[in-house]
């Protein structure tokens, strides 16, 4: 009938936009994916070199005479 007809094709275009939206949601999960593990890989940068910084600091002060 015409009127089932016209259901099917409502649900056709509901599915279809469904469809659309999971594709955009992958590719936005995996953008977001690869910004997460950059900024994580500079999290880690960041760290290793402020570790680095107070270890050069601690030696720095070590050298300060304790009198002054």
Known sequence: ????????????????????????????????RQQLLAAQQDSKQLTTRLDAAKTRLQALLETLPEDV
């Open 1 to 32: 009938s015409r009127a089932m007809h016209a259901e099917l094709d409502t649900l056709e275009a509901k599915i279809r936009q469904v469809a659309e939206l999971c594709h955009t949601l992958r590719k936005e999960n995996i953008a977001l």
